[in-house]
T-cell receptor, first 114, second 114 residues
Framework: AQTVTQSQPEMSVQEAETVTLSCTYD???????LFWYKQPPSRQMILVIR??????QNATENRFSVNFQKAAKSFSLKISDSQLGDTAMYFC???????????FGKGTRLHILP | DAMVIQNPRYQVTQFGKPVTLSCSQT?????MYWYQQKSSQAPKLLFH???????NEADTPDNFQSRRPNTSFCFLDIRSPGLGDAAMYLC?????????????FGAGSRLTVL
């Protein structure tokens, strides 16, 4: 069975700093997809970024980028120039290529401090 | 705006009294999901539908049932809620094409069991 592990329950950084959230996963599959979702306080969960396992190039979306290490089964999220609005729970998620099931990690609660 | 709507946002029930949570989506997505989210835990997939095809997770208790009468609506029925069923219940929808299966989440229904 696939598992997703986020080892940092909570983090705090100053506004404008760069922060990296860790995620590791376990799978025997070769084709799969990885995601980072963000859940702001009392608001809906939304997609931050996604990565296809067959792509070597790391995905980037504005201030958000990932470091995808397939051999190490690691998928970290880097937030550059952090903003107060980045305060949220961040969930790492995994989807196999052959079904629609999406498995989540426990999340990292990120606080951006003014 | 196309979105996923969950009702009610807050539900209080008594131990053993059945409860139904509803979810609707205007995105015309093929797949609808129900997740259970408890504090400091990963959102746990209960089941999902691809169109009318129901996919139950092996560890989802029999106490939890679901219905999807049409593309837009999906219901979560908890037949005899126990104290351990108190949680946030998240509904999500997705197109269902693996890898392009970005989920759109509702705001959640928080269930309290007295």
């Amino acid at each position: 069975a696939q598992t997703v592990t986020q080892s940092q329950p909570e983090m705090s950084v100053q506004e404008a700093e760069t922060v990296t959230l860790s995620c590791t996963y376990d799978t025997s599959e070769n084709n799969y997809y990885l995601f980072w979702y963000k859940q702001p306080p009392s608001r809906q969960m939304i997609l931050v970024i996604r990565q296809e396992a067959y792509k070597q190039q790391n995905a980037t979306e504005n201030r958000f980028s990932v470091n995808f290490q397939k051999a190490a089964k690691s998928f970290s999220l880097k937030i550059s120039d952090s903003q107060l609005g980045d305060t949220a729970m961040y969930f790492c998620a995994f989807e196999m290529n052959r079904d629609d099931k999406i498995i989540f990690g426990k999340g990292t609660r990120l606080h951006i401090l003014p | 705006d196309a979105m996923v709507i969950q009702n009610p946002r807050y539900q209080v029930t008594q131990f053993g009294k059945p409860v139904t949570l509803s979810c609707s989506q205007t995105l015309n997505h093929n797949v609808m999901y129900w997740y259970q989210q408890k504090s400091s835990q990963a959102p746990k997939l209960l089941f999902h539908y691809y169109d009318k095809d129901f996919n139950n997770e092996a560890d989802t208790p029999d106490n939890f049932q679901s219905r999807r009468p049409n593309t837009s609506f999906c219901f979560l029925d908890i037949r005899s809620p126990g104290l351990g069923d108190a949680a946030m219940y998240l509904c999500a929808s997705g197109q269902g094409v693996s890898g392009a299966n970005v989920l759109t989440f509702g705001a959640g229904s928080r269930l309290t069991v007295l």
